[in-house]
Protein backbone atom coordinates (compact mmCIF):
# COMPACT_ATOMS: atom_id res chain seq x y z
CA UNK A 1 0.00 0.00 0.00
CA UNK A 2 1.67 3.29 -0.75
CA UNK A 3 1.86 6.11 1.95
CA UNK A 4 3.19 9.25 2.04
CA UNK A 5 4.04 10.80 5.63
CA UNK A 6 5.08 14.47 6.00
CA UNK A 7 7.38 15.48 8.71
CA UNK A 8 9.38 18.53 10.31
CA UNK A 9 6.79 21.37 10.94
CA UNK A 10 6.39 22.94 13.53
CA UNK A 11 6.33 26.56 15.18
CA UNK A 12 8.92 29.43 14.21
CA UNK A 13 9.27 33.15 14.00
CA UNK A 14 9.43 35.13 10.77
CA UNK A 15 12.77 35.05 9.26
CA UNK A 16 13.16 31.11 10.50
CA UNK A 17 13.87 28.43 8.55
CA UNK A 18 12.18 24.89 8.49
CA UNK A 19 13.16 21.45 6.12
CA UNK A 20 9.81 19.08 5.72
CA UNK A 21 10.51 15.46 4.80
CA UNK A 22 8.47 13.51 2.91
CA UNK A 23 9.10 9.99 3.54
CA UNK A 24 6.92 7.60 0.95
CA UNK A 25 6.54 3.57 0.29
CA UNK A 26 5.06 1.15 -1.80
CA UNK A 27 5.41 3.06 -5.18
CA UNK A 28 8.04 3.77 -7.87
CA UNK A 29 9.36 6.71 -6.39
CA UNK A 30 12.13 6.86 -8.66
CA UNK A 31 10.17 7.93 -11.64
CA UNK A 32 7.47 9.60 -9.45
CA UNK A 33 6.98 13.59 -10.17
CA UNK A 34 5.95 14.74 -6.90
CA UNK A 35 5.17 18.13 -5.23
CA UNK A 36 4.60 20.05 -1.95
CA UNK A 37 0.93 21.87 -1.27
CA UNK A 38 -0.44 23.60 1.43
CA UNK A 39 -3.53 24.95 2.66
CA UNK A 40 -4.94 27.14 5.31
CA UNK A 41 -8.55 25.84 6.48
CA UNK A 42 -11.62 27.77 4.65
CA UNK A 43 -9.34 28.18 1.85
CA UNK A 44 -8.10 26.17 -1.59
CA UNK A 45 -5.29 23.55 -1.46
CA UNK A 46 -2.51 25.55 -3.38
CA UNK A 47 0.79 24.04 -5.13
CA UNK A 48 4.31 25.60 -3.61
CA UNK A 49 7.16 23.50 -5.28
CA UNK A 50 7.12 20.52 -7.86
CA UNK A 51 10.01 18.01 -8.69
CA UNK A 52 9.91 16.14 -11.87
CA UNK A 53 11.54 12.28 -11.71
CA UNK A 54 14.52 13.75 -13.81
CA UNK A 55 15.14 16.27 -11.28
CA UNK A 56 13.52 19.23 -12.98
CA UNK A 57 12.01 22.00 -10.26
CA UNK A 58 9.20 24.76 -10.38
CA UNK A 59 8.18 26.70 -7.71
CA UNK A 60 5.26 29.43 -7.07
CA UNK A 61 6.35 32.82 -7.07
CA UNK A 62 5.78 33.26 -3.54
CA UNK A 63 8.85 30.57 -2.92
CA UNK A 64 10.80 31.83 -5.50
CA UNK A 65 14.12 32.31 -3.74
CA UNK A 66 12.78 30.84 -0.30
CA UNK A 67 12.27 27.46 -0.41
CA UNK A 68 13.55 24.88 -2.50
CA UNK A 69 12.49 21.33 -3.43
CA UNK A 70 14.86 18.50 -3.70
CA UNK A 71 14.34 14.55 -3.33
CA UNK A 72 16.51 11.77 -2.76
CA UNK A 73 15.47 8.70 -4.43
CA UNK A 74 17.91 6.47 -2.52
CA UNK A 75 15.55 6.79 0.67
CA UNK A 76 12.52 7.25 -1.65
CA UNK A 77 12.19 10.32 0.44
CA UNK A 78 11.21 14.30 -0.73
CA UNK A 79 12.14 17.50 0.79
CA UNK A 80 11.13 21.15 0.87
CA UNK A 81 13.70 23.46 3.08
CA UNK A 82 11.96 26.64 3.64
CA UNK A 83 13.80 29.79 4.40
CA UNK A 84 13.06 33.23 5.53
CA UNK A 85 9.69 32.12 6.63
CA UNK A 86 6.81 34.21 6.62
CA UNK A 87 3.60 34.42 8.32
CA UNK A 88 1.80 33.73 5.30
CA UNK A 89 3.34 30.59 5.07
CA UNK A 90 1.21 29.31 7.91
CA UNK A 91 -0.71 26.42 6.50
CA UNK A 92 -0.53 22.78 6.41
CA UNK A 93 2.19 21.51 4.22
CA UNK A 94 0.84 18.19 2.24
CA UNK A 95 3.04 16.06 -0.03
CA UNK A 96 1.45 14.51 -3.30
CA UNK A 97 2.79 12.25 -5.91
CA UNK A 98 1.19 13.17 -9.57
CA UNK A 99 -1.07 10.25 -11.91
CA UNK A 100 -2.25 13.27 -14.48
CA UNK A 101 -0.84 15.59 -16.97
CA UNK A 102 -3.55 17.63 -17.88
CA UNK A 103 -3.22 21.08 -15.75
CA UNK A 104 -0.85 22.72 -14.23
CA UNK A 105 1.03 21.16 -11.39
CA UNK A 106 -0.33 23.45 -9.17
CA UNK A 107 -3.69 21.75 -9.56
CA UNK A 108 -4.59 19.60 -6.70
CA UNK A 109 -6.29 17.01 -8.91
CA UNK A 110 -3.29 16.31 -11.26
CA UNK A 111 -2.03 14.22 -7.89
CA UNK A 112 -4.10 11.19 -6.51
CA UNK A 113 -1.39 10.20 -3.85
CA UNK A 114 -1.09 12.52 -0.64
CA UNK A 115 0.26 12.65 2.89
CA UNK A 116 -1.84 13.82 5.97
CA UNK A 117 -0.20 16.67 6.29
CA UNK A 118 2.15 18.46 8.65
CA UNK A 119 1.36 21.66 10.49
CA UNK A 120 3.69 25.03 9.76
CA UNK A 121 3.18 27.89 12.10
CA UNK A 122 5.06 31.03 11.21
CA UNK A 123 4.74 33.97 14.00
CA UNK A 124 5.63 37.39 13.45
Known amino acids: QAQMVESGGGSVQAGGSLRLTCSTS????????LAWFRQVPGKEREGVAY???????DYVDAAKGRFTISRENARDSLYLQMNSLKPEDTAIYYC??????????????????WGQGTQVTVSS
Open 26 to 33: GFTFITSD
Open 51 to 57: IGGDGST
Open 96 to 113: AARRRYIYHWTDPREFHR
